[in-house]
Each structure stands twice: as structure tokens, then as C-alpha cells.
């Protein structure tokens, strides 16, 4: 008989899971709370580690479709003070692949969606409930009431997973509040702004709040601003005028990307699963990504979501006949790869959100490695 495998959340790790298992031959259902690949927006950019997130396209076979997607000029990064003066200003290789290149969120999950067979991905299934079926597997209920029931379920569902409480209860700490903005066509717009940002990153570094810019692949820009968790409302950060007077005494021509920006701020409370989070294996049930392991936006949760799933794929590909011992050998891998990679990062976000942020960074990215940078 065989075995049915249902993935719930269709993000990059799910959609690499589903990609990997069907190069083998494996058939798997990506079940996706949205209503289709266009519903929403789906976020900045990101830089593929060579070890991980690149590793994970190779294993799919998409290494060649990313690199005719990816802007390796995108690694470009420019880390400024308040008053607007170059702290670090890292100018990777022209052309070069070698390092860790920049895509589009919505770019390569496109490349991911197309690379699979059209009814892979069932959307519209928001997961609401798993029930153990009384031999193996799950029946499995979504929030119109519609059922279906699977041999194993792989949690892809991201920081609320619905899966991972199968597994393990975990208290999450709340680690910081990101607000989101967007500046349409700077180019033409506000060539000002193009040019201090430049075709990567920008991170301007005050004490305890971080204003940064990327460069995305359709001739805008993500704006983001960290600030360290504080017992305020959401709401307090939807107003842009609130935002400036954040950074007030800011240079004008770093706080003219608040300025500029297209629409309202969209802020969220950023949180992140102990470090040392790991539970006890289960039957025919497992976890990826944010759902196995949240941490700090420190450049590694995309990343190291498609790294698991290219070893979970690679261990069910490699041992069909009992898929538990396959899943048991994955997380005991995982859990030994991610514990000193969320200890990292945790480290790295409150470096980011000190008082001596500054300093900090600039020994930081000044070190003969380059480090992990901020998704």
C-alpha cells in the first residue's frame, strides 16, 4: 500500500519537502490555509546559505532555475549610524554564485510551485485539527469542516503550528516587534533613496532599535524597523508619524524611507522557541522549519526550513519500508544541527537591539567569516 504523506503549510520548507519527495518518487499532499499562490504578499528577501538553503534547491534540482533568479549583487550591504555615516560597506564578487545570493520570498516559492504537479498543493486547507486513527496515521479536520486522513503528517505550519502541540508544548519568548513597510518604484520615485540603499541591504544602527532597507527584485523596497520587546500594543506602531518620532534626531535621509513608504506600517511581535527545544518521537508525525524550531529573523529560519526538509526527504526516500525509523534518524540530526544555530541567533538578535548595537555589529561583520545577516 502507499503511504500517504500530508504536509500542512505550503512555505518554503513544505514546498521543498514536497518538491524532494516527488524527484524520489514519493507522492505528498502540501495542504495551504491560502486561497491560492497570489493571495498575499509573501514578504522581502532572502540570502540561500550555500550549506543549507542552496543545498536543499540542489537536492529539488532547481539550483540552475535559481541561480537565472537570484541577484548576487543583492549581497551588497551597508550598515550606517544614526547621523548617517558608513559603518561597514561589503561589496560581494560581481556575478558570483559563491557566496550567499539574494531571491525574492515570492520568486522562489513560485520556483518551488512550479517545479510540482498541479495538484500537489490543496489550497484552502487550513489545518484546525489532527486525530490519531486507531491503528497508524491521522484523520485530519479543516476549518470548513472538510476531512481527509493521511499516513504521516509533516508540520510545515510555521511559528502556529497546529502539528507541533502532537509533539511538545512550548512557551515562546517574546524577542522583539518588527514593523513593515514598502516603498514602491524607488527608482523613479525616490532616487535618493535607491541610492543610499543601493542594490542590497542597509541597516541603519542606533541603541536598542534597528531602521533597515532591502532591495527587491521588482524595483521596490522592504523597510523594517526593530525595536526591543516592550509592553505596547500592535497598534501603537500603525501610525508612520509614530515611527518618526521613534527616530527622532535621526539623519532626514534615513528617516525619509518611513517617509516614503506606500501604505500603512504593518507591525508583529516577533517570538522564538527555546534553543534547546526537542521532544520525544512519535508515529508517523514530525515537524520542519518554524514549527520545529522558531527563532530570531537572523538570516537562518528560511534557511535552515529547507535543510530539514531535504534530510527529512532524503531519510523517507532512503528507508520506505519503515518511514518512523526514517523520521526518528531525521530529528535526531535536526536537533543536533539546529540547537547551536538558534543559540547563535538568539546571541545575534540582542546584539542587534542593545545599547552598544553599533560597536557590536561593526566587530561582528568585520570578522574574516561573513556572518549570517538579518532576513
Known sequence: MRTRIAIAGGGLGGLTLARILHRHGIDAVVYDREASRSARPQGGTLDLHPESGQLALAEAGLAGRFQSEARPEGEEHRILDPTGRTLVHHVPQPGSFSGRPEIDRGVLRDLLLDSLPDDTVAWQHRLVAATPRPAEGWDLTFHDGQRTSCDILIGADGARSVVRPLLIDVEMSYVSTVVELNVDDVDRRHPDLAELVGPGNLWCVGKNQILSAQRLGDGGLRVGISLRAEDQPL????????????????????????????????????????????????????????????????????????????????????????????????????????????????????????PTAAEDIVRFFTRPTKPTRAE
Open 235 to 354: 497598534d501603537t506602531y500603525r501610525s508612520k508619524q509614530t515611527l518618526l518620532d521613534i527616530f527622532a534626531g535621526w539623519a532626514p535621509r534615513l528617516t525619509a524611507l518611513i517617509k516614503a513608504a506606500d501604505g500603512p506600517p504593518t507591525p508583529r511581535r516577533i517570538e522564538a522557541m527555546p534553543a534547546d527545544t526537542r521532544w520525544t518521537s512519535r508515529p508517523d508525525v514530525t515537524l520542519i522549519g518554524d514549527a520545529a524550531h522558531l527563532m530570531p529573523p537572523v538570516g537562518e529560519g528560511a534557511n535552515q526550513a529547507m535543510l530539514d526538509a531535504a534530510e527529512l526527504a532524503g531519510q523517507l526516500a532512503a528507508n520506505p519500508a519503515d518511514p518512523n525509523a526514517a523520521i526518528r534518524t531525521y530529528e535526531e540530526s535536526m536537533f543536533s544541527r539546529i540547537h547551536p544555530i538558534a543559540e547563535m541567533s538568539a546571541r545575534v538578535q540582542a546584539m542587534m537591539l542593545s
